[in-house]
């Protein structure tokens, strides 16, 4: 199977459209739909519904994508391992993880990685916790960065604690306490982040039996943290989230502590492409997580 072919539907698949894929890979979208088609014609039958608002799986196509992700994974593993046997690391990374980590610890990983590999291309997919999982199964993803979940099918490498606080308007009564124990916002309008979401709050409130009055929900946690500030609810959140908000809110611990473990999940190290394992030991350098708490 031609792999530009199948990188072509595989990136119409990602974006939903052949419009979206042809720009960035450089084709035409007539061109881009006819190598499409040609992947589906030497399979013998359809994998995309095509229609005014992109492209879409069908049935048949939903069944076969696994097999042809690793189809491409492993043509991009064979480049990149002669690209390593010629002295030359280059390829691409697709990498997902969490907004707060994107923007707290991967600007200085990435530059200083860039700068020893020039050559390879870094995709970043930002998400809350059940989009990456889903992003994992479904898309020609490397690795991504987020807290610990329950897939047993992949491997896990803890980088860092990252503590829960509630997080209050700044005139609420809460705000001048010490800790907050979680059921203490039951009664408190709750906006939640994430579209209900964010696993790692989620659990929070199973682990203690809170049975929030939701308001609000919110995809950006920023979003939610300005409306804290006007005082239109309560909230839990991850410190490294709100490290650079800027707004006028109070941020209490949680009694008892919680906080949450961030990490690499990964189908393989082992059978990882050579790029994805260079990144890797960078970002286990930046954060050795204590092995000990491992």
């Known amino acids: 199977m031609d792999t530009q072919k199948l990188n072509a539907l595989l990136r119409s698949i990602e974006l939903g459209s052949f419009s979206a894929a042809a720009e960035e890979l450089g084709f035409t979208p007539s061109g881009i739909s006819h190598m499409a088609a040609a992947v589906e014609d030497e399979l013998g039958y359809p994998l995309l519904l095509r229609g005014r608002s992109g492209v879409t799986l069908t049935k048949d196509g939903k069944e076969i994508l696994p097999a042809l992700l690793a189809l491409a994974n492993a043509e991009k593993n064979v480049e990149q391992q002669a690209s390593r046997v010629r002295g030359l690391v280059s390829g691409r ?34 998400g809350v916790h059940a989009e990456l999982d889903d992003w994992m199964r479904s898309t020609n993803m490397d690795f991504c960065i987020y807290s610990e979940g329950k897939n047993s099918s ?126 890797i030991a960078f970002l286990r350098k930046a954060y050795p997580y204590p092995k000990e708490n491992s």
């Not at 696993?199 to 929070?204: A, E, G, M, S, Y």
């Not at 809170?210 to 946690?221: A, C, D, F, G, L």
């Not at 109070?250 to 189908?267: E, N, R, S, V, Y």
């Open 93 to 126: 990374l697709n990498i997902g993880t969490y907004s707060s980590f994107s923007f707290q610890c991967l600007p200085k990983i990435l530059k200083e990685f860039h700068e020893k590999y020039p050559a390879i291309e870094i995709q970043l997919m930002e």
């Open 154 to 279: 992949l491997e896990w490498y803890p980088l860092l604690d990252d503590p829960m606080y509630a997080v209050v308007p700044l005139n609420h009564p809460l705000a001048k306490r010490d800790k907050i124990a979680p059921k203490e916002l039951e009664s408190e309008t709750f906006i939640m982040p994430g579209r209900y979401n964010d696993i790692d709050v989620v659990n929070v409130l199973k682990k203690f039996d809170v049975h929030p009055n939701i308001r609000y929900m919110t995809i950006e946690n920023f979003s939610a943290i300005a409306m804290i500030e006007q005082g239109m609810g309560v909230s839990i959140m991850n410190q490294m989230i709100t490290a650079y908000q800027k707004g006028q809110v109070a941020m209490i611990p949680l009694d008892p502590p919680q906080k949450i473990t961030l990490g690499i999940a990964i189908p393989s190290l082992k059978h990882a492409s050579p790029a994805a394992k260079q990144m």
